[in-house]
C-alpha cells in the first residue's frame, strides 16, 4: 500500500469518527470506577476526581465509535477507486467504545512522530467536543477493563 499517500486521510477520517456523538456513554463510571482501582496514585486521584464530576453531572461522557483493531494492515486502497481506502476487520469494533485506542495503535503501526501523535490526539479532542484528560482518563480505564477480562483461545 501507499502509505503516505493515504496517511493524511486516514488521520482525517479518524478525526471524522471521533467527532460522532453516539450519546450518552454507558461505560464511563466502569471505566473510572476501574481506574480509581490501579496502583497509580495519580491515576486514582483522577479517576476519583472524574466520578465526582460524573455523579454531580458535571460532565456528560459521549459515546464514539471504535474500530478496536485499527493499524496499517487493516486498511486497504479501495479497488473500485470510488474512495481513497477501505477499513476492514471490525469485529472487535463498539459503538460505545475509545477512539484514542484507533488512533495510538495506527500511529504505532506508522511509527509516527511522538509530535504528530500529540497533534493529531488534540485534534481529535478538539473535532470531538471533549478535554484531553478526560479523554484519556476514560480511555485508560476502558484499557484496564480490557485487559482484565479473560481471553478464549479458539481451537
Not at 82 to 87: E, K, M
Not at 103 to 121: G, M, N, T, W
Request: overall charge positive; charged content about 20%.
Amino acid at each position: 500500500m501507499q502509505v503516505n499517500r493515504v496517511k493524511p486521510q486516514v488521520l482525517s477520517w479518524l478525526r471524522n469518527v471521533a467527532s460522532i456523538d453516539g450519546g450518552v456513554s454507558s461505560k464511563a463510571a466502569l471505566c473510572l470506577e476501574t481506574l480509581a482501582e490501579c496502583p497509580d496514585q495519580a491515576l486514582r486521584d483522577a479517576a476519583d476526581q472524574g466520578l465526582a464530576r460524573l455523579r454531580a453531572c458535571d460532565f456528560v461522557p459521549k459515546s464514539r465509535v471504535m474500530h478496536g483493531d485499527f493499524w496499517i494492515g487493516n486498511v486497504m486502497l479501495d479497488p473500485s477507486a470510488l474512495r481513497d481506502f477501505v477499513v476492514i476487520d471490525w469485529r472487535g469494533s463498539a459503538v460505545d467504545g475509545f477512539p484514542i485506542f484507533d488512533l495510538v495503535k495506527f500511529a504505532q503501526s506508522l511509527k509516527l512522530p511522538p509530535y504528530v501523535l500529540r497533534r493529531e490526539l488534540a485534534e481529535q479532542c478538539w473535532e470531538a467536543g471533549v478535554r484531553y484528560s478526560g479523554y484519556a482518563y476514560l480511555s485508560s480505564g476502558g484499557v484496564r477493563i480490557h485487559l482484565a477480562q479473560p481471553r478464549t483461545i479458539s481451537t
